[in-house]
């Protein structure tokens, strides 16, 4: 469990001495391994669910489009949240769990790269854009489904070092 925040005062780094919004410079940091994890999930009607696994949705196979939105949103990152650095990605994976009891379909988005500041947006982006596709791609079937629990899981690198969420169970 990650204390540092218990133990000290965060400093918010993306405003300047007169409270102005700015980029935050992190040309004098380290260049180290960074990893982020972050994980959410949709709930669909069995109807949707089935249509689904069994590759029935009219607009085509939904996880194999949605992991691919999940990789571009993951690499557009930067163009989306305003004080987020462009980074060189050098991996991006998303994965699916089916939860067929509770219907729900969980997404994983892994990012990595090695730089100077974290990947936890563009793994957050990733997933919520890979389950925004699942929705776009299945709204015609039922407009019912819920997309949520969206969470940085674990990171790794950078002056911080580990970090896996103290409240969730983080997947291997």
Known sequence: ???????????????????????VDVSEKDITMRQ????GKIRVSE????????GRVAKGDVLTVATTAGVMGAKKTWELIPMCHILQLTGCSIQWEMNPEQLEIHCICTVRCQGKTGVEMEALTGVSTALLTVYDMCKALDKNMEIGQIYLAEKEGGKSGHFANPSREVEP
């Open 36 to 39: 982020a994890i972050a994980r």
């Open 47 to 54: 109807v949707v669910y089935r249509a689904i696994e069994e």
């Open 1 to 23: 469990m990650n204390t540092d925040f218990e133990k000290k005062e965060k400093v918010l780094t993306h405003f300047d001495e007169n409270g102005n919004a700015r980029m």
